[in-house]
Nanobody
């Protein structure tokens, strides 16, 4: 089983920064994709960023592109989401996810099998 744990959420003012960390435990595969998703209150969960363990290509939702950066430490099995220039619209629960890395499913929640419990990010105006 794969266990994912997010940390680093909190309250920040608009324009500020936060760095989220996903700690990965258990068996994973080098072809797996790691993704970050977020869910605002009353809204559907949406894709934010993704990267594969065996690659360097990163993917971002248009809403976060240029402000968020996904990175990883393969040796430590950690995945980060650096969030800069935060906006109130970024407020929500942020989830780390692991999936098989199928290319055309990498940007959808349906492409991920394991999920963390989430960490709350609140951006005040």
């Amino acid at each position: 089983q794969v266990q994912l744990t997010e940390s680093g959420g909190g309250l920040v003012q608009a324009g500020g920064s936060l760095r989220l960390t996903c700690t990965v435990r258990g068996r994973t595969f080098w072809s797996d994709s790691m993704g970050w998703f977020r869910q605002a209150p009353g809204k559907e969960r949406e894709f934010a960023a993704a990267v594969r363990w065996n690659g360097t290509t990163t993917h971002y939702a248009d809403s976060v592109k240029g402000r968020f950066t996904i990175s990883k430490d393969n040796a430590k099995k950690l995945v980060y989401l650096q969030m800069d220039s935060l906006k109130p619209e970024d407020t929500g629960a942020y989830y780390c996810a692991s999936g098989p890395g199928i290319r055309n499913l990498q940007f959808s929640s349906r492409g991920y099998s394991y999920w963390g419990q989430g960490t709350q990010v609140t951006v005040s105006s």
